[in-house]
């Protein structure tokens, strides 16, 4: 040959790596949104097995432990002497003299070793097969652990924040699944074909997105009969939240789209005789689904947030549906909050997943296009 | 500029229209209606309406016509008198309770937006312009977090602090003694003393996402050649980004009011309902529990109507400030 | 006594001394500049070239202290010598401080590349302007608006009353360059640094703002840096010049030198490539002379093509022999690129007819066909794009990007697909091992390689080549267009060549066709059009080219086309 350009390939990382690849070495510089991924990922898999996870039933009332104050987990023992274990000392009711307030107190001549593995109360996983084993179980069966306290009703609010993460992080993913798919059908008709559709198409998703959401919400969801089974609920209330989630999506989707279209490497692919579904899903689709799962990543705290909001406000899930907004109804009086301040641990839970989420979104975002920088 | 703002109002009508119906859907959707919520109220204690006085009832509310029909009346009285119905519940005109507290709630929602961007604005460009450094990973921290609070769950915990540490009610907007009392200065006072909590909780998340927004700007115009050739020019740091960058960042940064406004309204609806606030919201929460539809629809479509003006009023700001909308 | 008085040799204006621009990075340290020395007398014009990525630009942007985060002057000076015999060393400043702000816009004032981005968009021209007036110099405001008119006009702003409450993007191209040079000059600066400042423009309006440049010069006495990768200007307005590479000086001294007795290699390569440029290549004088009685494969007949209002074709009618080049030679807006896509049928011509003779003889009308018959015709007309960097996917491997149309037209797959793109890869000079790579990383003469590889991947008849050389080097640009008439008589193939620039042109083409506001204002043997045209406006378009001759400095030949009669048929598009 007259002229060799590449007179010598030299194996390169970077010269082989995929989209992929490129934005996860991209993704890994970003430290916050590293340990986002962790924590999220640690989260969903609580969300898919909570009954493992679990300690005591969730929905197991203990009238003698109204207001159970929270426990702690020890690891080393020195009553006598030193030794290494896992156990818990139970809490010793007394009362203030003057004014009868309760005082609890480690009783620590008790002390209740826990099992790792151990059996507890049986539950369903994902409803295939029930299962009664348990990361932690207490082998005391008649003092109970209660890592984050108990509430009005001496239910277990640690394991109710075990058991709400299913639903509401579930929540998020599904109805964000279901505006993903709204919006990638209108958004992408509206930028594939452009013209008069794409006109109309964008006045409705302005339209939308000027909506205030949660006055909307609120009317939607006072409209579900407070009796319906709680997955009817459920999905009503992701298609309730999907209802106005998806303008969002749908104009990022279709920036996308139209900012494609002009691009020459379409052009080419026209060219080259590549068909249309083609140029979409081989052409069109990879360059944006990296900027589509930003997206979604950031917008699953939103619902999250949605869901959480609605339930509190009543108008969304009812008990005995557990998710986090439920349970923080029970911190909606001031004077149980006062009393129990654990009752706004299921909030502290939700600041953990939102935030995990929206870091993990904006490192994502940041990762998305390796080939612009 | 004349023509387009006439344009956009234009574009108004149909969205008005829109949202009326949608607020009409709405509040027709939950079967039955309020005759059926009242008698099961009166069924709890003890008292028994025949079919015949329930269809009376429905006769007298209009409650037996088809709903478009029932949709173009009320449309008709908003339209020629400014009347937007009765009220089943409270047995009086829907115009004579909302417009107070619909006053409330734009009051609120403004000072939030206010608060919001005097925060914002300075911080968004210092994280810009400082970037990595440890103000700026403090801001982002900041605002990661207010993004990640619920509005509601920072209500909570500010009542809960003030209710423990300082043993105050913080609930409300106006002191008891205001509460009824006809409008004066000293309630404008006493409004002012209390807006402050409700204002700072909308704020936060608002903010937070705001900075954000501010910060993405400023990083995306820095590097842009005009600001090269205003440093070569000889203009000191500080003066060249007030006048170039932070300017020209700050057009998208307007156009956020569109979608700002429907956040602080709707946020403002949950934290209203947990401070006990004397907005629209909790009477909301309350028609629509009740199926009081009139009064319940009044509220969805006036809350609606105010954040179509307000991404009106951000489209006209825009082109305003900026020249390359104005002129093209 | 003598009456000769001993002149001690005047101090030049402005002398770097060993300079040094570094940019630290995550890892390592990037040295932009190394080294560099030279210096600047007052009233000359240094002229700084050199390729993409030599440094050139962060060269002028260090001497104001301007140089982009993170870059740094690492070492060196930069002494900018006063008219009282004082000096300052600008490198030593505090890049934020005071002194070296007084200095930016007063004494050495700066134009950029981009003149619509390196304008506020939201400022009008005026305030722009009037900024380093009352800066500097003091003014106030009604004063400084004045001296803003007076600048305007002395820049040959027409309406200069209105134009200064103008904003950037009401101005055209060449203006807006104008009034950048309007406030560099506010001030009246003895350094006047311009970093590429014609580059994005056209070559009639290049030409008019050298010569602006020119005659300011003359009448102010300020000395310019000009920063260019163009030869032909550097021949035209330099009085020394320095050439870079990679950073480094290769070569400095006057232009006579440079360009009459060039000692270093990578300058004689420079000049040899811009020399290669001003006659026909040799592949082509060695071939045998066309078939000129041959039918046309390619009849193109009253071609139209409107988007909405605009008309960017009008009545256009060329024809293309088979095994020809035909060049396609325009400014931008003249409907070359239209005419290149509209054949592609990437747009729905609104009327007329591209007749396509077809190896077996039969006629097809490219603007009426689609579906099967125009999948058909794309696989023997194929399209070479200009930017060699968006007309890849970046997401596809080189091997997925050539062996696409194969693959989609269901030609080759699996084992004989890949020997077919190994193939097709030595066929145009790239090194098959390279083809499990992604395009970003290639370089910009090799991903046109690719392109050029996936346009002849089905065997086609017809390439259309639109602007297929601009965006690369000079030294690679003339080794593609080599590759493209190698592979042309290897092919069999024909071409349409659709450039802006004349010397490519006349490289590569058998015939030219001149494009003018979506017209065809002339057509004829490149060789005659590229030097003695007939149509007034090609014959002002050559006239505008800077000859790469320091020798031939001739203005007055030089003239703008106006369209004073109407061009056939009427209506241009206006």
């Known amino acids: ?373 | 500029m004349l023509r387009f703002i006439a344009k956009r109002l234009f574009w108004m009508i149909p969205s008005l229209f829109a949202v009326s119906f949608l607020a009409f859907v709405l509040i027709q959707l939950p079967p039955g209606d309020y005759v059926t919520t009242y008698i099961a109220t009166l069924a709890a204690s003890n008292e028994v309406i025949d079919q015949n006085t329930a269809a009376q009832l429905r006769e007298r509310f209009g409650l037996d016509q088809p709903m478009i029909i029932q949709y173009i009346k009320w449309m008709w009285g908003i339209i020629t008198r400014g009347d937007f119905g009765m009220s089943f519940e409270w047995q009086q005109p829907v115009s004579g309770l909302i417009w107070e507290r619909m006053a409330l709630t734009l009051a609120l929602a403004i000072a939030s937006l206010i608060a919001t961007w005097a925060i914002a604005l300075p911080i968004g460009v210092f994280s810009a312009v400082r970037k990595y450094s440890i103000g700026d990973y403090a801001f982002t921290v900041f605002s990661f977090l207010g993004l990640s609070i619920p509005s509601f769950l920072l209500a909570l915990v500010l009542m809960y602090v003030a209710a423990v540490e300082f043993g105050q009610d913080v609930g409300g907007l106006f002191s008891h003694e205001y509460e009824a009392a006809p409008w004066s200065i000293a309630k404008m006072i006493d409004l002012m003393k209390h807006i402050w909590l409700p204002v700072i909780i909308l704020a936060v998340s608002s903010t937070a996402s705001l900075i954000r927004v501010m910060r993405a700007n400023m990083l995306d115009e820095l590097p842009k050649p005009y600001v090269t050739t205003a440093r070569a020019k000889g203009l000191s740091e500080f003066r060249l980004l007030v006048k170039y960058p932070m300017r020209i960042a700050l057009n998208p940064f307007i156009s956020t009011i569109a979608w700002l406004l429907p956040n602080l309204i709707s946020g403002s609806v949950v934290v209203a309902i947990v401070l006990n606030l004397p907005t629209a919201a909790p009477l909301l929460l309350q028609s629509l529990m009740a199926q009081d539809m009139y009064l319940a629809g009044a509220f969805v479509l006036l809350i609606c109507a105010l954040t179509l003006i307000g991404s009106l009023i951000s489209d006209v700001l825009l082109a305003l400030v900026d020249p390359r909308i104005r002129l093209e | 006594m003598s009456d000769v008085l001993s002149i001690a040799p005047r101090k030049p204006l402005l002398e770097v001394r060993n300079l040094v621009t570094e940019f630290p990075l995550r890892k390592g340290v990037f040295t932009a500049v190394k080294d560099l020395s030279f210096s600047i007398e007052a009233g000359k014009t240094l002229c700084v070239v050199g390729e993409s990525g030599s440094g050139k630009s962060v060269t002028a942007r260090s001497i104001l202290q301007i140089v982009d985060a993170p870059g740094r002057i690492a070492s060196g000076s930069i002494l900018l010598n006063q008219a009282d015999g004082s000096s300052i060393d600008l490198a030593r400043l505090n890049p934020r401080g005071k002194q070296i702000r007084d200095i930016r816009g007063r004494d050495i004032a700066m134009i950029f590349q981009e003149p619509m981005s390196s304008l506020s968009p939201v400022h009008t021209v005026g305030d722009q302007i009037m900024e380093a007036l009352r800066l500097h110099m003091n003014m106030s405001k009604a004063a400084a608006r004045e001296e803003a008119v007076n600048l305007l006009r002395q820049v040959e702003i027409p309406n200069p009353n209105q134009a200064v409450d103008r904003y950037a993007f009401q101005y055209s191209g060449g203006m807006r360059q104008r009034a950048m040079i309007a406030m560099a000059l506010a001030c009246k600066p003895k350094l006047l640094i311009a970093d590429e400042p014609t580059t994005a423009l056209d070559v009639t309006t290049q030409a008019e703002i050298l010569d602006l440049i020119a005659r300011l010069q003359k009448s102010t006495g300020m000395a310019v840096l000009f920063i260019t990768h163009d030869m032909g200007v550097v021949a035209q307005i330099a009085d020394n010049v320095l050439v870079m590479h990679h950073g480094v000086a290769k070569e400095y001294g006057t232009v006579e030198q440079i360009f009459h007795s060039p000692q270093d290699p990578y300058t004689k390569m420079l000049i040899g490539s811009v020399l290669k440029l001003e006659q026909k290549a040799e592949i082509r004088l060695k071939r045998p002379p066309l078939d000129t009685t041959a039918k046309p494969i390619l009849e193109v007949r009253n071609l139209v093509q409107h988007f909405g209002p605009v008309k960017a074709l009008n009545d256009v009618s060329i024809s293309l022999l088979p095994g020809e080049t035909l060049g396609i030679v325009g400014e931008s807006g003249s409907g070359k690129t239209t005419m290149g896509r509209a054949i592609m049928r990437l747009y729905d011509p609104t009327g007329g007819e591209m007749l396509y003779r077809k190896a077996d003889g039969n006629v097809i009308d490219l603007a009426k066909i689609k579906g099967e018959e125009l999948k058909a015709a794309r696989r023997e007309l194929r399209m070479v794009f200009q930017d060699p960097f968006g007309s890849l996917n970046p997401r596809m491997t080189v091997a997925q990007v050539i062996g696409e149309p194969l693959l989609v037209n269901g030609i080759a797959r699996g084992k004989e697909l890949d020997e077919r793109v190994c193939h097709l890869m030595e066929q145009v000079g790239l090194d098959p091992a390279g083809r499990e790579r992604y395009p970003h990383a290639f370089s910009g003469g090799q991903r046109q390689r690719i392109g050029i590889a996936r346009a002849i991947t089905l065997k086609p008849r017809i390439i259309v080549a639109d602007e297929a050389t601009s965006a690369l080097d000079v030294s690679v640009r003339f080794q593609v267009l080599d590759l493209l008439m190698r592979l042309q008589d290897e092919l069999k193939l024909a071409y349409i060549f659709i450039s802006h620039d004349i010397g490519v042109i006349r490289y590569m083409c058998d015939r030219v066709g001149v494009m003018y506001r979506g017209q065809l204002v002339e057509v004829g043997e490149a060789e005659k059009v590229c030097t003695a045209p007939d149509h007034p406006y090609t014959q002002a378009l050559l006239s505008a080219i800077p000859r790469p001759d320091p020798r031939d400095r001739d203005r007055s030949r030089r003239f703008r086309y106006t369209e004073t009669t109407p061009i056939k048929n009427g209506s241009s598009a206006r």
Not at chain 1, 149 to 162: E, F, I, N
């Open chain 1, 1 to 373: 040959m007259a002229d060799i350009a590449i007179t010598s390939v030299q194996p390169d990382r970077a010269a082989i790596a995929s989209q992929w690849q490129l934005i996860w070495w991209a993704f890994k510089r970003h430290r916050l949104a590293m340990i986002s991924l962790f924590v999220t990922i640690a989260m969903y898999i609580v969300a898919l097995v909570p009954g493992f996870f679990a300690i005591n039933d969730p929905t197991a009332q203990n009238a003698r432990a109204t207001f159970y104050p929270p426990q702690g987990i020890h690891f080393i023992d020195t009553t006598n002497g030193f030794s290494l274990g896992l156990f818990y000392y139970p809490l010793k009711l007394t009362r203030d003299p003057q004014t009868l307030a309760a005082i609890y107190k480690e009783d620590t001549t008790k002390k209740v070793p826990l099992a790792l593995f151990g059996r507890g109360y049986e539950y369903s996983v994902l409803g295939l097969f029930t299962s009664d084993i348990h990361l932690i179980a207490t082998t005391d069966k008649t003092k109970p652990l209660f890592l984050f306290g108990a509430d009005r009703l001496g239910r277990d609010v640690y394991s109710r924040v075990v058991q709400g993460a299913q639903i509401s992080l579930s929540i998020g993913l599904v109805g964000v699944f279901i505006s993903l798919l709204l919006g990638i059908v209108l958004g992408g008709i509206s930028g594939y074909y452009g013209g008069k559709l794409d006109f109309v198409m964008q006045r409705v998703i302005d339209f939308v997105l000027s909506l205030p959401t949660i006055p909307i919400w609120l009317a939607l969801a006072a409209a579900l009969p407070q009796n319906w089974p709680a997955t009817l609920q459920y999905m009503m209330i992701t298609i309730i939240l999907s209802f106005t989630g998806w303008a969002q999506l749908a104009r990022v989707v279709r920036g996308r789209f139209l900012s494609l279209r002009t691009e020459e490497f379409v052009s080419a692919a026209r060219l080259d005789g590549v068909s249309e579904g083609r140029i979409i899903f081989r052409h069109m689709l990879p360059s944006f689904s990296s900027h589509i799962i930003a997206s979604v990543t950031l917008a699953v705290p939103a619902m999250i947030l949605a869901e959480t909001s609605l339930s509190f406000l009543g108008l969304g899930l009812q008990p005995p549906t557990i998710s986090w907004g439920v349970l923080l109804r029970e911190a909606q009086n001031i004077r149980s909050i006062a009393t129990a301040p654990w009752l706004f641990m299921p909030g502290v839970a939700v600041v953990i997943a939102v935030m995990a989420l929206n870091l993990l979104g904006d490192g994502l975002r940041d990762a998305a296009d390796p080939y612009n920088k």
